[in-house]
C-alpha cells in the first residue's frame, strides 16, 4: 500500500509542491491539504512546508498555528502519526506549542540561503530511521529565521532524551547547540530548518536529504499498513 | 461598559541573545557613538477594548498577549491601560 502524505497549504506557504514532488520521487504519494480543512483525511503522515505563512506577520508562524487545520494536526500528532516541520514548518510547530523552544532572527541578521552539511544526531524518529548516527548530509537552508532558542531547562531535556535530531556542522544562523532540527517526546514529530526536498537528486546539487524523506515515506508506509498485515 | 486603550510594551526576554539589538550595537560606535550598551529591540502594540471595567480589559489583552501577541519563550510583556471617556471615538 502506498503511503499518502499530506501537505499543509497556508496562504503563503512556497515549498508544498517540492515537498509532494519529493514524496513521490521516493516512492510516495501526496496531496495538498488546505489550511482552512478541518478534517485531514486519509494520509499516513503530514508535512508543514517551507513558506512564509499569513506573511509571518507578527511573529513566523504565530497566525498559522491557529487555522482550522490544526486542530486536525495536534490530534493527528498525537495520535502517534509522522509530522514533519520543514523551516516554516519547523516555526509553525513551536508555536503551536508542538514542539518546544522558538525560532527567532539569524545572528548577524543575514539570510542565509546555502547549501549547509547536518550531522545525524539521532535515527530514532520519523524523519531519520534510515539514516545512520553520524552521516554527514548536505542539505540547503534558506531562512532569516532559523536560530533556535529555548530555556536551558527545555535543551538539558532535549540532551538527555536525545530529541536533537540534526546538528549544523559550521553554525550559520546563531542556533543555540548548532540545532538545526529537533523532535517531541514521541518522537513522531519533528522540526528542522533545513530543506530534505530540495536535495532529493545530485541534478539539485544533493542528493543527501533523500534518506530523510525516504525515511518519512517509510514511517507512514507502515502507518498506512492495517495492523494484522503489520503483524503477520 | 467601557473603552480602555492600551499599550503593550514587547520586549526581548533577557538571556536570550537579541540579534537585532547586537547588530544596532555594533552599528553605533561606526558612528561615533561608543558609549552605549544593553541595547534591545521589542514591538508596542496599540489597541482598544471594550470590557465591563478595567481589570476584565487587563485580564482579556493578558491572555491575548499570552496566547497570540508575544511568545513567552522569546518576550516578555508589559501592559499600560487607559480609560477612554464615554463619548470617545470608537
Sequence with gaps: ?232 | MAWFDARIDVTHRPGILDPQGATIERALPALGWDNVSEVSVGKSIHLRVEAADEPAARAQIDEMCRRLLTNPVLEDFSLELRTLAEDAPR
Aim: proline letters at 4%.
Design chain 1, 1 to 232: 500500500m502506498t503511503a499518502r502524505v499530506g501537505v499543509v497549504v497556508f496562504p503563503g506557504s512556497n515549498c508544498e509542491h517540492d515537498v509532494v514532488a519529493a514524496v513521490r520521487a521516493l516512492g510516495g504519494d501526496a496531496e495538498l491539504i488546505f489550511h482552512t480543512e478541518t478534517t485531514l483525511g486519509d494520509v499516513d503522515a503530514l508535512v508543514l512546508p517551507g513558506g512564509f505563512a499569513h506573511g509571518d506577520y507578527l511573529r513566523t508562524g504565530a497566525i498559522a498555528r491557529f487555522s482550522p487545520v490544526m486542530d486536525a494536526v495536534s490530534d493527528f500528532a498525537a495520535g502517534g502519526g509522522p509530522v514533519v516541520g520543514i523551516c516554516n514548518g519547523f516555526q509553525v510547530l513551536t508555536e503551536a506549542g508542538l514542539l518546544p523552544g522558538a525560532l527567532q532572527k539569524n545572528a548577524g541578521l543575514r539570510f542565509v540561503c546555502r547549501t549547509v552539511e547536518l550531522r545525524v544526531e539521532t535515527t530514532s524518529t520519523v524523519l531519520t530511521e534510515a539514516a545512520r548516527v553520524g552521516d554527514v548530509l548536505r542539505v540547503p537552508i534558506n531562512h532569516f529565521e532559523g536560530n533556535y532558542v529555548c530555556d536551558e531547562e527545555t535543551l538539558a531535556t532535549l540532551r538527555a532524551d536525545d530529541r536533537i535530531v540534526v546538528r549544523y556542522r559550521e553554525n550559520p544562523n546563531g542556533s543555540l547547540d548548532d540545532i538545526a532540527g529537533i523532535c517531541n517526546e514521541g518522537r513522531n514529530v519533528v522540526g528542522l530548518m533545513p530543506h530534505p526536498e530540495r536535495a532529493i537528486d545530485a541534478m539539485l546539487g544533493s542528493a543527501d536529504g533523500a534518506v530523510l524523506v525516504r525515511s518519512l515515506v517509510d514511517a507512514a508506509s507502515r502507518r498506512g499498513t492495517p495492523a494484522e498485515a503489520r503483524a503477520s
